[in-house]
């Protein structure tokens, strides 16, 4: 297998790739498909990881035959280096496709001296092995849970949801210091990008502690690929069920699917709005790692981990 950069016309192939290998791991494994709506919708990845990164999506070709074996995104940033969506064609699984990819990421951030983060399904033993082999280390699981949010919304009585208000882009100092804080990584261009939302599917909501200060951010994603809440960052519990509820509301005639960590007192809360589980992921890093300081609410894109 011969390994290379994505490029503009390899988008297609990409999405396509991305749809098929997920869609036919779960249904397999799980029953159902994961991206009901096709390669198209899927494209999304191609364009949200490439306006934020471009060139970082790596791609593994079969050399006599020119076919796609698999891709995987990266997303360098100061701290860190996370890793996005990781696919192979099912014709190849099982072949080493996947570790060959890893590899180039892992020794493009050994290069730069960095940490790989990524979130890897609990239910999926070959991901999950695919990174523990590679010196991965699950440091947080998460119960991945589904609320359906009615045309008229949802009307919770929460603590602080008065504190909520929709992000501006001079939120986002605040919000990096929040989660270096919290998390030990800063992510400035992801929020800059998200706040922004020039594709117009992107909706962000922060939480105002005492005296202003910004103490949460949540975001969500309302597109036919992609249906979540996230990326989270929290000081503390206090403004989780508030975002959490602002952003379901911000979703309206949807079912999104958000993280929360296993041991977070917000789980009884949200099973009492009819939250249902649908998944179990672990935050795996490879590296150096800080403890979490607070509540971190990963997602899929922009990976986090
Ligand atoms: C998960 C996925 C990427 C793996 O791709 P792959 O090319 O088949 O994986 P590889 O052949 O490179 O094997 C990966 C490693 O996991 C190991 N492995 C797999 N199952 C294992 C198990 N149960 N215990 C221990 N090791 C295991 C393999 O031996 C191999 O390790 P090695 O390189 O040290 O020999 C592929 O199944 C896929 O695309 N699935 C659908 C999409 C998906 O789930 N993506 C991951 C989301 S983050």
């Not at 672990?282 to 990963?298: E, H």
Request: charged fraction near 20%; hydrophobic fraction near 40%.
């Amino acid at each position: 297998m011969k390994l290379r950069p994505m490029t503009d016309v390899d988008w297609l192939a990409v999405a396509d790739l991305i749809c098929v290998s997920t869609n036919y791991w779960y249904q397999m494994n799980r029953g159902f498909p994961i991206f009901a709506n096709g390669p198209e919708s899927v494209r999304l990845f191609c364009e949200v990881y490439e306006a934020l990164d471009p060139g970082c999506c790596v791609l593994a070709e079969d050399e006599n035959t020119g076919m796609l074996m698999g891709s995987c995104f990266y997303h360098p940033r100061p701290t860190h280096v996370s890793l996005g969506i990781m696919n192979v064609h099912p014709n190849y699984f099982g072949r080493g496709v996947a570790r060959a990819l890893l590899t180039h990421i892992t020794d493009f951030s050994e290069a730069d001296n960095k940490p790989v983060r990524l979130v890897s399904s609990a239910m999926n033993l070959d991901s999950f092995s695919l990174y523990t082999k590679a010196g991965f280390v699950p440091r947080q699981a998460f119960q991945d849970m589904m609320i359906d949010v009615p045309d008229r919304g949802l009307d919770f009585d929460v603590v602080g949801k008065e504190r909520v208000r929709e992000a501006e882009l001079e939120d986002v100092t605040a919000i990096v210091a929040l989660e270096k804080f919290v998390s030990g990584i800063d992510r400035t261009k992801d929020f800059e990008y998200l706040i922004q939302n020039k594709a117009g599917i992107w909706h962000t909501s922060v939480y105002e502690g005492l005296g202003g200060r910004i103490d949460g951010v949540l975001v969500s994603v309302n597109h036919p690929g992609s249906n979540m809440l996230g990326p989270g960052v929290m000081r503390s519990d206090e403004s989780v069920l508030p975002l959490i509820l602002a952003e379901l509301n911000a979703n309206i005639g949807r079912s999104p699917v958000f993280l929360v960590p296993v041991d977070s007192p917000v789980v009884r809360a949200l099973y009492a709005w009819g939250a249902r589980n649908c998944e179990v992921h672990f935050a795996q890093i490879r590296g150096s790692f800080q403890a979490f300081n607070g509540v971190v609410m990963p997602t899929f894109m922009p990976e986090t981990g």
